[in-house]
């Protein structure tokens, strides 16, 4: 074990490989043949992209997982322009046991006045909007909180008045009197630069409520978009510069020198920088998926990068040159580099033909980020190891002795794969029955989606619409549309008639309430001035801010929403709520047959379209089980290959789902990609180990021979990339946000699963299945005729 040359063969039954790679990774030996031009291009590069990654902007909006072109889609995007106001609505949930007590009431009217002169708002609606009921002779009725708040026995008289006011009980105060809502809208023209004028409601609420028992806290679209972004560019930073430093310790801790840590980490840093400038320089934008793609990019080229130092490593050990042992290394390992990006590609080509544009575009840029990595490994990996490597003598075969890390890692590999290869066919059918086993928790795993799990769980947002989700309904709304048909007018007692109906409807569905239209005005003025006729209606309306009114009646008239609140549960809870509301608006449909009515919104997006989107995922993930492992043993020419590809690559995904379902979670969007990158990750493995062993395989010997000299040779690389990847990942756990969170401990298990794969179950079945095919005449490992 202590002297290793780079191929175990004698050169009598040296065989001529077949290229794995079809030549494509001789583009490796650019920076060995041009090193000057090449560093001077790399500089220019990373130039550009840096100012390309400056340009990355975070796309932070709540619907762009469902962003599709579709009919449902484009119906939600124009509720939302023709009634612009839960996507730009701040909401203010202030709480406390004596909020209803005349002092704290005081400092709550402060804030609401306060609230009204923030710079960026266009309107305000909170308790203190309520009116009385119209008195004789008054045009407009006064409001119900007068100035200043009388005292003793006539405030008393006030607060219960408030309690029983249908405009503000269940909609703007707790019915315990101990939450009030204030909602605050801002200017739609101001989008995507909100983060100003929330600041200055939060120093608002700040300020305003000090000094009493009250608590104010936000939530709101604009907020949940600003806690995204502000979490999603704080994570890319400090997390995978934390994770990327762990990876260099370890592997300066095993390399022993600092030129091949650079050597090995310094490629993916670079194709890192080099592909979000190019994300940049194209005007992607980072959201909750793009964000994970700098783990990815590492976990895809780190891989490579350390096989490719490994190889040339132990050929310098051996007495070879420095440019010889680079180019050698490119030329035995890059075929496998090759094969590994291309498998990714594939992964991510698969992901270009969802629905959803956030998935789609995820897949453009993964597709265009695994190239560059490829280029990246392949060209840098040389060109560093020919710039930083030096003292090249000092690295000689009796040098070994003292390599006590790579040793301790090769001894451990040479007794696992003896173990291994003792009994191939006993190993590979408990294989089998292992991944079978899995595979049937796996298929049990049911499709999760909360939009909770899309914002920060440690900021206010999420709190405060937890609070608004059990005292008021919900926080999330559920709209229905209401499309008059041409010669009726928003007046005419049949339009009155069909929206009262749809708002009958809404209210009587259960897990819907907080329920407002324009139908909550003629019910007011009916109770309390015994008038609900269309023209008192309309007269009462002409009294209300425009902004107010526009959030039920679009501005040409045409329409109306019907808006109620829903709490944020999962979708499989949600969808039959949005089902049994739809089928009820039946008969309200049939008996107005001119008027169009449609069930809309985020939460109904979502619980449409969730589930079956990540159902196709992640069928497009099973089926592509198949095409890789056919694509990796076309490229061996082999069917061995193939269906010894198969169980190490599914290993990974299926314990990390049953791992999923043992913790009661469901199947995420980000589980899904977690996953995907656990299917890279684990052939990575696989293909470096097979074009290893292809080299080291003597169609004349044992094929444990081969399998275990391969396993001594590749698995130090192997057991550190994993390693120095789930550390890389793990420290994500620490993120606000909770899908990133998910992603990173899920891929870091799924990475040492990947591991334990390689080790347990590629080997003996490799070792069966070339034993099995051998006593047919056929076994070749990308190998052909003897040279």
């Known amino acids: 074990m202590n002297a290793l040359p780079p191929t175990g063969l004698p050169p009598t039954h040296r065989r001529r490989r077949v290229n794995i790679a079809f030549g494509a990774e001789r583009i490796g030996l650019l920076g060995l043949h041009r090193p000057v031009l090449a560093t001077l291009l790399l500089v220019i590069l990373a130039v550009a992209a840096g100012f390309g990654a400056t340009r990355l902007q975070v796309d932070d909006s709540l ?19 023709r009634f612009p106001s839960n996507e730009f609505d701040v909401l203010v949930v202030v ?49 119900l909180f007068p100035e200043p708040l009388p005292e003793g026995p006539a405030y008393d008289d006030l607060i219960a008045r408030v309690k029983g006011n249908d405009i503000i009980k269940g909609k703007l105060l707790s019915d315990d009197g101990h939450l009030a809502l204030v909602v605050l809208s801002l200017d739609p023209r101001n989008e995507g630069r909100y983060g ?23 939530s709101g ?16 930073v400090l997390y995978n510069a934390v994770g990327f430093a762990a990876g260099c310790l370890i592997a300066i801790l095993f390399f022993r020198r600092v030129s091949f840590m650079i050597v090995a980490a310094g490629p993916p840093l670079i194709a890192i920088l080099l592909a979000l400038g190019t994300l940049g320089w194209l005007d992607f934008r980072l959201n909750m998926f793009l964000n994970v793609m700098t783990p990815l990019i590492m976990v895809i080229s780190f891989s490579d990068s350390m096989q490719l130092t490994f190889a040339a490593r132990d050929r310098l050990m051996a007495g070879e040159g420095k440019a010889e042992a680079f180019r050698n290394a490119v030329l035995v390992v890059g075929p496998a580099c090759v094969l590994t990006h291309a498998t990714a590609a594939l992964s991510f080509t698969a992901l270009l033909f969802t629905k959803s544009d956030l998935i789609r575009t995820f897949g453009e840029a993964g597709l265009i980020s695994t190239c560059i990595a490829l280029l990246a490994v392949l060209i840098l990996v040389p060109l560093l190891g020919l710039l930083l490597v030096r003292n090249v003598g000092g690295l000689t075969v009796a040098s070994r002795g003292s390599d006590a890390g790579v040793q301790a890692l090769r001894r451990f590999c040479a007794f696992v794969a003896s173990r291994m290869v003792s009994h191939p066919g006993l190993y590979s059918a408990v294989g089998v029955v292992v991944v079978a086993g899995l595979a049937f928790a796996y298929a049990h795993l049911q499709p999760s989606y909360r939009l909770a799990e899309q914002v920060p769980d440690k900021e206010q947002a999420v709190q405060a619409s937890g609070k608004l989700d059990k005292e008021l309904a919900g926080a999330n709304p559920v709209d229905v549309l209401v499309e008059l048909p041409p010669g009726q007018t928003l007046y005419s007692p049949e339009t009155l008639d069909a929206i009262a109906a749809v708002h009958r409807t809404v209210e009587g569905q259960a897990g819907l309430g907080n329920v407002w239209s324009i139908e909550t005005l003629r019910r007011w003025l009916a109770a309390k001035a015994g008038d609900d006729s269309p023209a008192t209606l309309q007269r009462y309306v002409g009294y209300l801010p425009k902004y107010l009114v526009h959030r039920f009646i679009d501005e040409t008239g045409d ?10 549960k999962d979708a499989s809870q949600l969808l039959p709520v949005v089902d049994d509301l739809d089928s009820g608006l039946k008969a309200v449909r049939a008996k107005y047959p001119g008027y169009r009515i449609a069930v809309t919104g985020l939460a109904v997006i979502a619980a449409r379209n969730s589930a079956s989107m990540i159902d196709k995922l992640n069928r497009g993930l099973t089926l592509e089980f198949l095409l890789v492992a056919v694509f990796i043993g076309l490229a061996f020419r082999s069917v061995v290959v193939a269906l010894a590809a198969v169980l190490p690559g599914i290993f990974p995904v299926v314990a990390s789902g049953s791992l999923l379902l043992l913790l009661g979670q469901g199947l995420q969007f980000v589980s899904v990609v977690a996953l995907t990158v656990s299917f890279g990750l684990g052939l990575s493995a696989t293909i470096h180990f097979l074009n290893r062993l292809r080299q080291e395989d003597d169609p004349d010997q044992d094929p444990a021979v081969g399998v275990e000299r391969a396993t001594v040779l590749m698995g130090p690389a192997l057991i550190l990339t994993s390693v120095v990847l789930a550390c890389g990942l793990a420290v994500t756990v620490f993120s606000d946000l909770p899908s990133l969170r998910l992603f990173g401990w899920l891929s870091a298990f799924a990475m040492l699963a990947a591991l334990v794969a390689d080790f347990l179950i590629l080997r003996p079945t490799m070792t069966f299945l070339v034993e099995t095919a051998r006593r047919f005449g056929g076994g070749q490992i990308g190998t052909s005729a003897a040279e």
């Open 63 to 81: 619907s762009q997982l469902f962003r599709s072109d579709t009919p449902e889609f484009h119906q939600y995007e124009d509720v939302t322009r």
């Open 95 to 143: 709480t406390g046991n004596d909020l209803l007590a005349r002092d704290p009431l005081d400092h709550l009217r402060s804030l609401v006045t306060d609230l009204q002169l923030v710079d960026g708002t266009t309107g305000i609606i909170s308790l203190f909007s309520a009116r009385q009921a119209p008195e004789p002779g008054h045009t407009v009725p006064p409001a």
């Open 559 to 568: 329409a109306v929403l019907v808006s109620g609140r829903i709490p944020d």
């Open 196 to 218: 100003p004028a929330i600041a200055e409601i939060r120093r608002t609420v700040h300020d305003d409520l000090a000094g009493t028992d009250l608590q104010g806290e936000l």
């Open 221 to 236: 679209v604009p907020v949940m978009q600003l806690e995204i972004r502000d979490a999603v560019e704080r994570d890319r």
